[in-house]
């Protein structure tokens, strides 16, 4: 709100910045989920619990198991899909335990098994109490002499109107304990004498104290708060782990729980090809186990442009009172698309960042959309020192943005190139910077190659090899050479004193950029001084 009190907005007509500002996403980063391959795997994962969920709804024998696993490179979005689900509507239908191993240490088993218990919501184990209380009340009613037992329902407060719900209610707030002995009889049929155990500490609120607690132990506890989950609020248990590793006691843990079939539970593990390749170092069986995961999801291509452009269009537009057009979005795609291509910001963090201080800038200075300034202002602070890899006319973000727009709507950039060398050679002569001493044709001939590389638009990602021969009449050809250095034929020079000229990226929107200031007029002694470092460069000089 300004000095007037009216609520500025961000660009878009947001009324807050939509992009997270932490390096790791948290829970109110992930409401957001976009991009196609990350839609894909959430709908993979969402059909693996519609289907185990299905199967024990319907049949409470079956108490089944599933692992799911999903790998890819550190920021492919592992974490951001794993959070997004915990807030999902797949909580309709099961209660989640994230734990983020690398901020488990000591990486013990008891550690480990206590982040598990720590995974799930704050208030699950006080929940799962007062279920469980519920339970026995409504299984006691059968034998009301038990029931009044067990909540202690004594003869003078059942004359005065106090009935077991009122009794029941005083055990859920901790009012008063029932008679914890007297249960037994209403879980023998389901439950053995160890879970009964386990369930009774729950009731006491002594259900996390783990001191000398045993490995086997942990794994029937777990067990046990699956079938509970499915007892008491008909979900399904799902276990996230976040980067697991291949520590001893990790593998060790998990490994337990794949071979004991946790009931009605999913097993979630994130990893690295890295790490996974290390797991299969380590400990061979558990990497088998892995390797017969009922869903493998594979982010690959995660971050491609299509991927990330979608993402940063999810958080920007899904906001109902977002507000564009067509052309402003292909304006902000541009821009995207430059700082994917040819400054390789390739990792959706490093454009969330990017785009996070971009909407700060927008806000700042009340623009409706993200422009080249903005994005511009937004790498000096994020990504200070961030410049155009090999320019020689120091070229800013946001001139640069603007070059690469302009070729991007239709202009051709063969003739652009071609033209822009003939007023670098123009400048030189002008400004006395003979070229050793050569003299060159103000006529341009140019002749295509018929490679089956040559570009079909002049989007096209590559570099250039400009031929010059020397002579009154020089003959300026081009051939096209793949940016991965793949090598193929290009035109042979005339004559063995023919030059020849490789131009990169970088190298072309210098051209085009000395060009373009030359043609308005704008360019200054300094620029001009830079113009022959990149007649040497060119391999002109």
Known sequence: MDSSGVYNLYPYNLTCNPFPSTPTPSLNDVRILGGKKHIDAKNSINSCVNELFQNVTHNSNKQEFRIITIIQDVGSGKTHITLHLKISDLTEKAIFSYIDLSKVYPKTIESIYQSMINGFEKEYINTLRKQILYYILDKSKVDKKLAKKIFKLGLFESISGKGLDAKALESVENKMEISINDIDSLFTDNFSANEITIIKKIIQNRFEDINSITLLEMINTLALLSRLNLLLFKKLSIFQFDELDHENNTLALIKSIINTHLPNTILMMNMTPSSYHKISLTDSSIYDRLEKANFKIDLVGSNSFDEITDIVMAYIFSDKISTTSQIVENELITILKVL??????????????????????????????????????????????????????????????????????????????????????????????????????????????????????????????????????????????????????????????????????????????????????????????????????????
């Open 340 to 541: 994917y291509q040819d400054f390789e910001f390739r990792n959706i963090r490093s454009i969330l960042n990017i785009m996070h201080a971009a909407f700060e800038i927008g806000l700042q200075k009340g623009l409706s959309s993200i422009n080249e300034d903005c994005i511009h202002e937004s790498l000096k602070i994020v990504y200070p020192g961030m410049k155009i890899k090999g320019s020689i006319m120091n070229i800013s973000i946001s001139e640069y943005i603007k070059i690469k727009s302009y070729f991007n709507f239709g202009n051709n950039i063969e003739d652009e190139i071609v033209s822009s060398i003939r007023s670098l050679l123009d400048s030189l002569d002008q400004n006395k910077s003979p070229i050793n001493n050569r003299k060159f044709s103000k006529d341009i001939n140019i002749s295509y190659p018929k490679l089956s590389t040559t570009p079909k638009s002049a989007n096209t990602n590559l570099s250039t090899a400009v031929l010059l021969e020397e002579p009154v009449s020089t003959d300026y050809s081009y051939v096209y050479k793949k940016n991965d250095q793949n090598k193929f034929d290009s035109l042979p020079p005339k004559s063995s004193k023919t030059p020849k000229i490789f131009l990169d990226n970088s190298k072309i929107i210098d051209l085009l950029y000395y060009s373009y200031k030359l043609k308005k007029n704008i360019n200054t002694t300094e620029d001009d001084e830079k113009a022959l470092l990149l007649a040497k460069a060119l391999n002109l000089k």
